[in-house]
T-cell receptor, first 118, second 108 residues
């Protein structure tokens, strides 16, 4: 069974940093592009960052460019998101997901909650 | 960037009814690269439909997707209790892949 498990969320103050991890199992991790999607309170979904299977193509939403860094370790079947200079508007649940086929997302992890508040 | 607008925001229906959810794109979605997801409270989104009309593994056949270009529809025939949830559309025809704002399907 394909499974993704996120970790690293928590409560932080504005300006602080966090590193999220996503551990994959049951799939050939190195074959898939991966994505971080966040869901702000109130429900909308936003693609925050994505990385191709080899790591050669990276996307960042404008709102996180220069503050967030995506990376992956195919040997460890893991995806990461280093989040610096966190802001209140970064608050939400962060999901990692596998980019399957031509671009749909399946499966998704269970999510990890980030709360940025003073 | 393609903007996806879902309607209605909330849909109130009864068990056994048919639900029709709309997703309209601001630009043509190439090759019908559109997916639908279901999200229940406290859970991650779950893939239902990809390629506008192909059901994901394990998705009941009462769920169907249709449409092309800029107008897409998710239909749910014969609503069952577990179908009441929030539904999102997502395109993957060009970066960035964006989502609609969601339609909440609630029991009337």
């Amino acid at each position: 069974e394909m499974q993704l498990v996120e970790s690293g969320g928590g409560l932080v103050k504005p300006g602080e940093s966090l590193r999220l991890s996503c551990a994959a199992s049951g799939l050939t991790f190195s074959s898939f592009a991966m994505v971080w999607v966040r869901q702000a309170p109130g429900g909308g979904l936003q693609t925050v960052s994505s990385m191709s299977s080899s790591g050669s193509y990276i996307f960042y939403a404008d709102s996180v460019k220069g503050r967030f860094t995506i990376s992956r370790d195919n040997a460890k079947n893991s995806l990461y998101l280093q989040m610096n200079s966190l802001r209140a508007e970064d608050t939400g649940v962060y999901y990692c997901a596998t980019v399957t086929g031509l671009g749909w997302l399946d499966p998704w992890g269970q999510g990890t909650l980030i709360t940025v508040s003073s | 960037e393609i903007v996806l607008t879902q309607s209605p925001g909330t849909l109130s229906l009864s068990l056994g009814d048919r639900a029709t959810l709309s997703c309209r794109a601001s630009q043509n979605v190439l090759s019908n690269y559109l997916a639908w997801y279901q999200q229940k409270p406290g859970q991650a989104p779950r893939l239902l439909i990809y390629g506008a009309s192909s059901r994901a593994t394990g998705v009941p056949d009462r769920f169907s997707g249709s449409g092309s270009g800029t107008d897409f529809t998710l239909s749910i025939a014969r609503l069952e209790p577990e179908d009441f949830a929030v539904y999102f559309c997502q395109h993957y025809s060009a970066s960035p892949y964006t989502f609609g704002q969601g339609t909440k399907l609630e029991i009337k």
